[in-house]
Antibody
């Protein structure tokens, strides 16, 4: 079965760190860009970061630049989100999603995991 | 950042109704727009990409239209499983931004 499985969420104090993992199965993730999208409790979706197939291209929403780092290990078919200096406003369900495109330009997320919950609170 | 505005924020409809949801971007995003459905407690699901292309496996009751700044998601003959929240997202330039969502509720 083609799926993504996130892990690594939990409760952390403000200023703390967490590393989220996203394991792909049923397909070879090395062929795809990947991204992370988050959803605060009761709120809408917010794109967080993306990464290309070999990890040489990465981009982030401004609110996490300098604090979060996206990476991947293609040998393990996995993508990661290292989150440092966490803030209360980072509390959210974090989804990993596979990216596909039309002609390498019109990007869209065609496969989503079920998410992992990050709670930042003292 | 590109602003994405969805309307309405919620609507009430009945099974069998035709529903339209609008998404407006500023500035224009050509056809770099996709639509997602999110059922309660579940992850988003891709419905439409490239503004008008139906994702495989998605019922043909769903359709997307528009270009540049004005986009529409149409659901013909609403089914019970279609009561959910719908989001548009632009991927013309980062940060990729979502609309605030439209909740489709049962009348």
């Amino acid at each position: 079965e083609v799926q993504l499985l996130e892990s690594g969420g939990g409760l952390v104090q403000p200023g703390g760190s967490l590393r989220l993992s996203c394991a792909a199965s049923g397909f070879t993730s090395v062929s795809y860009w990947m991204n992370w999208v988050r959803q605060a409790p009761g709120k809408g979706l917010e794109w967080v970061a993306n990464i290309n197939q070999d990890g040489s291209q990465k981009d982030y929403v401004d609110s996490v630049k300098g604090r979060f780092a996206i990476s991947r290990d293609n040998a393990k078919n996995s993508v990661y989100l290292q989150m440092n200096s966490l803030r209360v406003e980072d509390t959210a369900l974090y989804y990993c999603a596979r990216l596909d495109s039309v002609a390498g330009t019109r990007w869209y997320s065609d496969l989503w995991g079920r998410g992992t919950l990050v709670t930042v609170s003292s | 950042d590109i602003q994405v505005t969805q309307s309405p924020s919620s609507l009430s409809a009945s099974v069998g109704d035709r529903v339209t949801i609008s998404c407006r971007t500023s500035p224009a995003v050509a056809s770099y727009l996709s639509w997602y459905q999110q059922r309660p407690g579940g992850p988003p699901k891709l419905l439409i990409y490239g503004a008008t292309s139906l994702q495989r496996g998605v019922p043909s009751t769903f359709s997307g239209s528009g270009f540049a700044t004005e986009f529409t998601l149409t659901i013909d003959s609403l089914q019970p499983e279609d009561f959910a929240t719908y989001y548009c997202q632009q991927t013309s330039s980062t940060p990729w931004t979502f609309g605030q969502g439209t909740k489709v509720e049962m009348k």
